[in-house]
């Protein structure tokens, strides 16, 4: 180089996601610009850089670093250092350097980007028609993952070798696939075929379409597993495959090719069209139009989960099938994803038709992401491609001086473990309920590859007081140092990481469908009092028997029996059910749930009482999956009212509780009125949104607690009430916050069991204070 001023160097560290987005190829563009030598590499830190050249230009470099990086960067911490130059004549993406821990973020997976679909759409172009395109900007990156740093030969592209002009491109810096690692053609790439047991066709997209156009089921590989997909527009295909895949009642998601299609299915705000349209390419949940999908997509709710296309292939059949398509994840009902082709073909042979492969290898299996939107924000329901693993940087930097690596297991249900290695802290992707032999498989599985990628080394164990939770006896039978954390205040500690008020007292409102409490009993609507190391029970629900505990959850008369059975007498309750619904509850099966009550565990489960409320106004006697009682109640509501059934804060008991009985008793009048059921619904929402409000007021001055109020548990993923609820605190003037990143649900749970170890972990004391 001819250098008119004196040379100088500096050397750079990236922390953050700065690998898998296009980084390295950005920074090497800016060196190359400015004339100057040195290299970029990816590190276990992040990305290194070393510039070398005039004392003017490295300056320049240093200013105009920020601004020139990719969109997709998001970057945690940059380290830089005036050294001396090391001779370096050019500049160059160096090999990665693979010693120290792993502090940098794992990239995730990206959906399609405008780009490589419009490669494979023009006929002049030599990727035409190659549906497994990806570039810098989109593609595969956590679901073929095998280690860091992120590098191909350290994915499942390593066994396909670049040609000669992918290498061109590799090597280009004014190409975008310059140095992008996923990178691959129809001469050098993985491919697709078909598996078809009536024929066999040239044509696998048209042979595939063709099968979605005549009602059959399709198993399709995607990212992170096979997907199963059929017409959202043919009832009787929607209904086979319920049937098929054991899903009776819970709603499909479907895919449809651009925000025009979407607005001929939903109701799309501009939030909603950004989450639609971004790289994490969720599942959103959005208010329905009646006419295109059949309503057995989602029977009897009014929010449909819509998502744009995840892949060129996904592109491609949205584009030919030209009607909105059910995509739904490749298994049977309470297994895990199908992931190879040939496990696909034998664990999907009684429910798909014609199964597409392709042999780019899926090293971490990943479901799809779905979040709705609340109180005009986009709040996460099941973190996953796209989102997972998903930083914690609130957690990192309370506890950065922290030694130990710890483990957080989650719970039984919505499963997800969290993981700080002493660099970083990131919750891992959904896994689902710990139900099966299957799962449970999985979930060790999940728990060693992510320990491994992280390099986590014989963790600290965070898991769940229920001492019957898979994940519970797990962790005590893999460690011997452990953290039991309860229930609630792993959901209150969640949202306040999700807010940065890790550092805060709050009032914790967590409500939910089950919950295993500190003295024993069955929790599930709760105020606690909360500091991210401790908590206090300061007001609850009202109490109320379980019928037949687990057994409840299934058949929610059993809950409404219980509630009226408390709020007007028992010999009541039994007539109003045999006067009621007589031919669905046999009188000798009611004498016997009456009988049990006096021996029956008693519960202040929020989701529960939804149960119950729901099975009086909608005459739901059974359910078929936990919280659809709910959902229905929900989707029912009319909020052409302005009365809210009455609930009250009782404060006669030690610990302060929010009575529901009254509620129940205007119910039971307005049932007997035949008030609409929408109405009814509406006002039980309105009521409880006022009674909660009224409650946290309550503490907040009887406490003298002059803290925020957050909101948690799964109960919280009601748009409706949780709406509510924010329009009280805003009257009242209270503080609050609601989850976004982190799931309100058990999803989430694990995030709170890391940061509370995590704060116990320095005094080594577990202070929790607990009133009966």
């Known amino acids: 180089m001819d250098h008119t001023e004196t040379p100088t160097a500096r050397h750079y560290t990236l922390r953050g996601l700065v690998q898998g987005v296009g980084l390295r190829p950005a920074v090497s563009r800016l060196a190359q610009r400015l004339n100057l030598a040195g290299f970029v590499r990816n590190a276990s830190a992040g990305v290194e850089i070393h510039v070398e050249g005039d004392v003017s230009a490295v300056k320049a470099f240093d200013d105009q670093l920020q601004q020139h990086l990719p969109a997709p960067a998001n970057l945690t911490h940059i380290d830089s250092v005036v050294c001396e130059p090391s001779g370096w004549d050019s500049f160059r993406i160096d090999v990665s350097n ?36 990806s570039c810098t900007q989109c593609g595969p990156r956590y679901s073929i993952l095998e280690a860091m740093p992120y590098d191909r030969s350290r994915t499942s592209l390593k066994q396909f070798p670049l040609c000669a002009q992918c290498q061109q491109e590799d090597q280009n810096p004014l190409d975008r696939r310059f140095h992008a690692q996923t990178s691959s053609c129809p001469t050098c790439g993985p491919h697709v ?74 109701h799309i ?43 060129p292939i996904h592109w491609m059949l949205t584009r030919v099938v030209d009607v909105p398509i059910v995509v739904t994840s490749g298994n049977l009902e309470g297994v895990p994803l199908a992931v190879t082709p040939q ?28 979040v709705r939107m609340i109180n005009q924000r986009a709040v996460t329901f099941r973190s996953a491609r796209g989102l997972a693993p998903l930083p914690l940087p609130g957690i990192e930097t309370m506890f950065s001086d922290c030694p130990d690596s710890v483990l957080a297991v989650g719970g039984h249900q919505k499963c997800a473990v969290a993981l700080f290695n002493g660099q970083q802290a990131v919750l891992g992707p959904h896994l689902g309920d710990m139900e099966s032999p299957a799962m449970r498989q999985r979930f060790v599985e999940h728990v060693a590859s992510l ?87 300061i007001g609850h629900l009202h109490p109320f028997a379980l019928l037949g505990g687990e057994l409840a959850i299934h058949e929610p008369w059993r809950v409404a029996f219980t509630l009226i059975a408390d709020a007007i007498g028992p010999v009541a309750a039994c007539k109003y059910y045999q006067e009621a619904v007589p031919s669905q509850i046999p009188p000798q099966t009611l004498l016997k749930v009456l009988f049990s009550m006096t021996n029956s565990t008693l519960c202040t489960s929020a989701g529960r009482l939804f149960d119950g409320v729901a099975a009086l106004i909608l005459n ?40 529901w009985r009254p509620m129940i008793r205007k119910l039971l009048i307005d049932r007997a009125d035949q008030i609409p059921a929408g109405i ?66 058990d999803g989430g749970l694990a995030v709170g069991q890391l940061a509370v170890a995590l704060a116990q972990g320095k005094c080594r004391s577990y202070d929790v204070v607990s009133n009966p």
């Open 269 to 311: 705000n501009d939030l909603a069209a950004q989450q639609l349209e971004s790289p994490e390419n969720p599942i959103v949940l959005l208010p329905a139009k009646n006419g295109l999908i059949c309503s057995e997509v989602q029977p009897g709710l009014n929010d449909i989960g819509i998502f744009l296309p995840t892949t």
């Open 343 to 370: 496990g696909a073909e034998e664990q999907l042979k009684d429910i798909a038709d014609v199964w597409l492969h392709h042999n780019r290898d899926i090293i971490r299996p990943i479901d799809d992401s779905v």
């Open 193 to 266: 075929w078909l598996a078809d047991p009536d024929d066999h066709v040239e044509d696998p997209i048209q042979c595939v379409v063709t099968a979605i156009e005549t009602g059959r089921i399709v198993a399709l590989r995607g990212v992170g597993g096979y997907q199963l997909l059929v017409d959202a527009t043919n009832s009787q295909a929607v209904r086979s495959l319920r049937e098929r895949k054991r899903r009776l009642t819970k709603p499909f998601a479907v895919m449809v090719q651009d925000i025009s299609a979407a607005e001929q299915c939903a």
């Open 98 to 133: 693979h010693e120290g821990s792993v502090s940098t973020r794992i990239p995730v997976d990206r959906a399609v980007c405008t780009d490589c679909i419009r490669d494979v759409q023009q006929e002049s172009n030599r990727r035409h028609g190659y549906i497994l395109t």
């Open 620 to 659: 739901a006697i059974t359910s078929s999956a936990e919280g659809r009682p709910a959902m229905l109640l929900e989707a029912k509501v009319d909020l052409n009212t302005s009365t809210g059934y009455p609930f009250e804060v009782n404060t006669s008991q030690l610990v302060p509780q929010l009575d």
């Open 451 to 537: 320990q491994k990628v992280y390099a986590s080394h014989n963790p600290v164990i965070a898991h769940d007081l229920h001492p019957d939770y898979f994940t519970t006896r797990w962790a005590q039978s893999n460690s011997q140092q452990l953290f039991p954390v309860q229930h609630h205040h792993a959901h209150v500690v969640s949202c306040m990481v999700d807010n940065n008020w890790l550092d805060k007292e709050v009032l914790g409102v967590a409500f939910d469908g089950t919950g295993y409490g500190s003295d024993g009993s069955i929790w599930g609507g709760e105020f606690l009092r909360a500091k991210v190391d401790t908590f206090q029970r």
């Open 680 to 745: 009814m619904a509406a006002r039980f929402h309105l009521g409880l949104a006022h009674g909660i409000a009224m409650l946290c007021q309550h503490l907040r001055k009887a406490g003298s607690l002059d803290v925020p109020v957050v909101l948690t548990g799964g109960v919280f993923q009601n748009k409706v009430l949780t709406e509510l609820l924010v329009q009280e605190f805003e009257h009242m003037d209270i503080p609050h916050a609601v989850h976004q990143r982190i799931p309100p649900n």
